[in-house]
């Protein structure tokens, strides 16, 4: 009996130490636009604050060293889909972060889904991928459609904003931008003047442009990003639209630090913009700003710092569930709370989108302005109730409505 006693001891103490030890190392993967015009908003520097995060977690989990890869998708869904199914059934990752395209993370949700991974997303915005077409395996970290349009489309319309014309990037992710702006002004008792449609990286937005100051707006709404988003601001000055006298104020319904520091000061008066993260917000944000700008050479952008953030509380998930199981991975994924420089008193709903405050960023003007990265002041605190899309409205199967 007693010889008994202690063999089942033995096993006991085996099992569990093998329910804390992987047999296989960690595996993230970060697929992004490493090259073309999303790469200064994400690219190459999430890599970097992806390493930054394993660093700071101690480098290994469950006994095993943390291995990070990453790929460029070049924006286009099948060179991305071929990579994550590399990625899953030959290379063991476990995770798929930051994604940076809303086409692309549409047709990797499926994938991710159907091989029972994980896939969280920081850079790709359209509401979409956390509402009609949730996923059990699909998170959104920093931001989507949704939730920047309601939190900079509801301070406008305070502020007397009540007439939109939208300037809108003719894909997933620009469509997304203004049906979801176009709703909260409506609700509100705002108007949609009129609005028109470009092509993806565009250079000449003059045609486009005409066509708004021809409308009664006075509201330019951008649904773009990035170069598209920089140059019909820029021409928009130009062509008179916009400035300290002009009647007309901009919605930049997504435009990233890196954005501003491309247009320039002069050409950011009368922007709104909000950001789920500005590195002078507080001191817990300017002190990962200052980490950033010591590694990168300059801040980082919203998508930057909400991608040290899921990477951190995805291997906290991972350590608190013990075992790389999806399913045991997921479970602590959602039920952990997130509490840190990017999110606080943050949490992961059932549709899998991080809620969090936003943050409503006004243009300084140039005298304002104390340094080459001093572009905004902070003049709200969206709340994350306010800001997400309400949960009776949610389009996600996943959802319980309250």
Not at 116 to 134: D, F, H, L, P, Q
Not at 301 to 314: C, K, N, R
């Amino acid at each position: 009996m007693k010889k008994m006693l202690t063999s089942l001891i033995v096993f006991l103490s085996l099992t569990s130490a093998h329910a804390q030890t992987a047999s296989k190392p960690v595996k993230l993967g970060v697929l992004n636009d490493q090259s073309g015009q999303y790469a200064d908003a994400a690219g190459p520097a999430s890599v970097e604050v992806a390493k930054m995060a394993i660093a700071d977690f101690g480098g290994k989990l469950l006994g095993q060293p943390i291995e990070l890869i990453f790929a460029d998708h070049q924006n286009k869904a099948d060179i991305a889909t071929g990579i994550a199914r590399r990625w899953i059934d030959t290379e063991n990752v476990d995770v798929i972060l930051d994604i940076g395209n809303s086409a692309v993370a549409l047709a990797l949700s499926d994938i991710v889904r159907d091989k029972n991974k994980v896939m969280i997303v920081s850079s790709a915005g359209a509401s979409t991928i956390t509402n009609e077409r949730c996923s059990a395996n699909s998170f959104q970290w920093t931001y989507n459609t949704a939730t920047l349009a309601r939190s900079t489309a509801k301070a406008l319309l305070g502020q007397g904003g009540n007439e939109w014309f939208f300037l809108t990037a003719d894909y997933a992710f620009g469509h997304a931008f203004e049906a979801d702006a176009s709703a909260v002004v409506k609700a509100s008792g705002g108007k949609v003047v009129g609005g028109v449609r470009h092509p993806f990286n565009t250079s000449d937005f003059s045609s486009f442009l005409l066509q708004a100051q021809a409308s009664s707006a006075n509201v330019l709404a951008l649904a773009n990003a990035s170069g598209d988003t920089s140059n019909s601001l820029m021409q928009a000055h130009e062509f008179g639209l916009l400035g300290q006298k002009s009647k007309m104020k901009v919605a930049a319904l997504l435009f990233q630090i890196t954005d501003a520091k491309s247009v320039g000061l002069k050409n950011l008066q009368g922007v709104f913009t909000s950001e789920a993260f500005y590195w002078d917000r507080n001191d817990a944000s300017r002190a990962f700003g200052k980490r950033f700008f010591d590694k990168v050479g300059r801040m980082p952008t919203m998508v930057q710092a909400g991608m040290y953030s899921a990477t951190m509380h995805y291997l906290k998930a991972v350590q608190a569930a013990g075992t790389l199981d999806t399913a045991a991975v997921l479970a602590k994924f959602r039920s952990l709370p997130v509490n840190d420089f990017f999110s606080e008193k943050g949490y992961v709903r059932e549709d899998g989108m991080h809620i969090h405050d936003y943050y409503l960023l006004r243009a300084k003007t140039v005298e304002q302005s104390k340094g080459p990265w001093d572009f905004y002041d902070v003049i709200a605190t969206v709340p994350a109730d306010d800001a997400n899309i309400p949960r009776d409205q949610s389009k996600c199967a996943l959802m319980k409505k309250s």
